[in-house]
């Protein structure tokens, strides 16, 4: 058995930005209903050439060249996305063929926000086992394409972006110490899309009724992920036999700053201890955690032998936490 962890990172978002105000355009709403109840003041937005995937492509090079390896020395790649390039094939198979990977093992993981905690758990299993050497994991979103932009709760909150991780194994006491992930389908409910899968394919009636967007329960959403994140935190904590003051670095999902904040406060962690980039990015869904680890690892926030605990919460409901050492 050997220790699992990050060996380079690397990021692509999209030039447009979004602001409050060019939403307030267009919708009902106002930068200061925004920012307070969400933290966000701009996001990014995906232009009609960009896809899940060449976004993808873009920053899983950046990722690779941080290692210092090539695509052909990839085993396994996995892209955890709500947004695929299409629904059949994968996205990560098209990532594959443009990274010129070779024929390595790559699949999509949906698992909404919760996707790169996912993915690198995963991950983890596949290089502590000696299956894989390394392996890339992808959290990739362009949900302007799911966003409606009548519904102004849920249109203000989601950005486009990207950010990709290189795992392999590396030497204790570095590496990931614990993780967790889990799912509870009785709040699938609260965070979905309606149409466009088996149970409601697209018709003229789907398209009408506007099932295609992402519709959002947002005040019971809030109560479950903030007990959620708290609780899942406390154990990753636990299992790895350390406090919440020894971390020196917490990045959550980036959801909602008001999440964030008591998420935070619950766990006893101090304020300058925690990484957040909603108000620039909004929520990138599987993207915003490695987005965040992207750009503490670039600014020098991050260093070797630091403990860094992330947590994420998404529609399923999933949930679950990841504490490394750099």
Request: charged letters at 20%; aromatic letters at 6%.
């Amino acid at each position: 058995m050997v220790a699992a962890g990050i060996l380079g990172t690397g990021a692509a978002l999209p030039e447009k930005v979004i602001t409050n105000h060019d939403l307030e355009k267009i919708v009902d709403t106002s930068d200061e209903w925004i920012t307070s109840r969400t933290g966000i003041r701009e996001r990014r937005q995906a232009g009609l050439h960009q896809t899940t995937s060449s976004l993808s492509v873009e920053a899983s090079r950046k990722a690779l060249e941080m290692a210092g390896l090539a695509p052909t020395d990839l085993d396994l790649i996995i892209c955890s996305t709500i947004s695929p390039d299409m629904p059949l094939p994968s996205t990560a198979a098209y990532i594959q063929q443009k990274l010129g990977a070779r024929d390595c093992c790559s699949f999509d993981l949906a698992a909404a926000c919760s996707g790169f905690l996912f993915g690198i758990t995963v991950a983890e299993q596949f290089i502590r086992t000696g299956k894989a050497k390394h392996v890339l994991v992808i959290g990739a979103e362009i949900l302007s394409r799911y966003v409606d932009y009548k519904d102004r709760a849920t249109c203000v909150i989601f950005g486009d972006g990207v950010a990709a991780a290189v795992l392999g194994a590396v030497e204790p006491p570095s590496g990931m110490l614990a993780a967790e992930m889990h799912t509870n389908g009785a709040f699938s409910d609260h965070l979905y899309i309606p149409a466009g899968g088996v149970l409601k394919p697209a018709s003229c009636e789907t398209v009408r009724a506007r099932e295609h967007y992402i519709k959002m329960r947002g005040n019971e959403l809030f109560k479950v992920a903030v007990r959620s994140m708290e609780d899942v935190s406390r154990r990753v904590l636990e299992q790895a036999g350390v406090s919440a003051h020894q971390i020196d670095l917490f990045i959550p999902h980036q959801a909602n700053q008001r999440i964030t904040d008591a998420v935070r406060e619950r766990l006893g962690v101090c304020a300058e201890k925690v990484y957040t980039n909603i108000s620039r990015l909004g929520n990138t869904s599987s993207a915003s955690i490695p987005i965040c680890l992207d750009e503490c690892v670039r600014s020098g926030r991050l260093r070797k032998g630091n403990l860094v605990l992330m947590a994420a919460f998404g529609a399923g409901v999933t949930w679950g936490a990841v504490l490394m050492r750099w």
